[in-house]
């Protein structure tokens, strides 16, 4: 068994005060869990969407694009239009969304 005195790591360890200690184990538990790939690297998160394309609209709502040019040529959902695309601002599509009529299931 070694001697504490030849171990100077540690002494070191044991002399370190509470917040040192709790960094120093913080960032190997850290480094394991990645190395694991427990935890990924951080990812940029993307700035919220204010407008969605026809596309995505469909896939935020789970409607199909005719109920949504339905709504649009009714006049209940607001559209915009930039050249040939349309363009639903997340605004218009959240308050159309919560007027729908509750479901008699």
Do not use: C, F
């Not at 850290?30 to 690297?41: C, E, F, N």
């Not at 940029?44 to 709502?61: C, F």
């Not at 959902?77 to 218009?92: M, P, S």
């Amino acid at each position: 068994m070694p001697d504490i005195d030849s171990a100077p790591h540690a002494v070191a360890a044991v002399t370190m005060t509470g917040p040192e200690l709790n960094k120093i184990v913080a960032e190997a538990a850290t480094q394991a869990l990645k190395a694991a790939g427990v935890i990924a690297k951080k990812a940029k998160l993307a700035p919220p969407k204010i407008g969605y394309t026809m596309k995505e609209a469909v896939s935020v709502t789970g409607l199909g694009r005719t109920s949504l040019y339905l709504a649009i040529r009714r006049g209940e959902l607001r559209a915009v239009k930039k050249g040939a695309r349309t363009i639903i601002l997340d605004r218009d599509l959240r308050r159309w969304m919560e007027g729908l009529p509750p479901s008699s299931v």
